[in-house]
């Protein structure tokens, strides 16, 4: 019974390079949900996607940052030309339905670090 | 909006007495909440949650949560607190009117002393 699936765990980019992380939901799950972690802080919400929709990004950077959710395989966060304060940890969620009520599993996160 | 405030950064509390972790929100329409618990380098593990019914909700590892809508409280209890219990403890708060995100409190962290 495995739960929110990330990787890689721990990312190291130069500036200017491209970040993708990648996300598969708990099993039976269709909802998908990253946040962001910067350090000593809590999480913010960046988006939310079902199979291949995009519900709610209102939390996304207007730029360089985009999220798909792809009819097969895994949700990936992409960071393109990454800056030193895009290093933070990102969690990808993971909830079985859409209502407000239910619960939000998370996964291990995806540390990534731009050098 | 809805936000969270969770107004200790940190709290000490000696092994075996009771422990408290403060929370207070507030949301434009029904509130839902939840309590999470972050391990060093680790992600975030669900404690409980509360939607509706009654205020006292208990949840996984002996830990409870008293919601106060008059307060807009939702403060995480354990009556006795174990070394193990030593982590970061997160707040989280869903507005039935304004979608699924959750926003998450500042988190405390919680030292548990022999």
Redesign the interface.
């Known amino acids: 019974n495995a739960g929110v699936m990330q990787n890689p765990r721990h990312l190291v980019r130069r500036r200017g390079q491209e970040a993708r992380l990648r996300c598969s939901p708990m099993k039976g799950h269709s909802h998908v949900y990253w946040y962001r972690q910067l350090p000593e802080e809590g999480l913010k919400f960046m988006v939310y996607l079902q199979k291949e929709n995009i519900i709610d990004e209102s939390g996304m950077p207007k730029e360089r940052f985009s999220a798909e959710f792809p009819k097969e395989g895994p949700s990936i966060l992409r960071i393109q030309q990454v800056v030193r304060g895009d290093s933070a940890a990102y969690f990808c969620a993971s909830s079985q339905g859409q209502t407000s009520t239910d619960t939000q599993y998370f996964g291990p996160g995806t540390r990534l670090t731009v050098l | 909006a809805q936000s969270v405030a969770q107004p200790e950064d940190q709290v000490n509390v000696a092994e075996g007495n009771p422990l408290t972790v403060k929370c207070t929100y507030s949301v434009s329409g029904?509130p839902?909440l939840?309590w999470?618990v972050q391990y060093p380098?680790?992600?975030?593990?669900?404690l409980l949650?509360y939607?509706t019914g009654d205020n006292l909700v208990k949840g996984s590892y002996g830990f409870e949560a008293e919601f106060n809508k008059s307060q807009t409280s939702f403060h995480l209890k354990k009556p006795s607190a174990l070394v193990s219990d030593s982590a970061l403890y997160?707040c989280?708060v869903?507005?039935?009117a304004a979608?699924?995100?959750?926003?998450?409190?500042?988190?405390t962290r919680v030292l548990v002393k022999p």
Do not use: C, E, S, V
């Not at chain 2, 979608?99 to 988190?107: D, Y």
């Open positions: 029904n839902y939840f999470y380098n680790r992600g975030l593990q669900f949650k939607i997160f989280a869903r507005d039935g979608g699924n995100k959750l926003t998450f409190g500042g988190g």
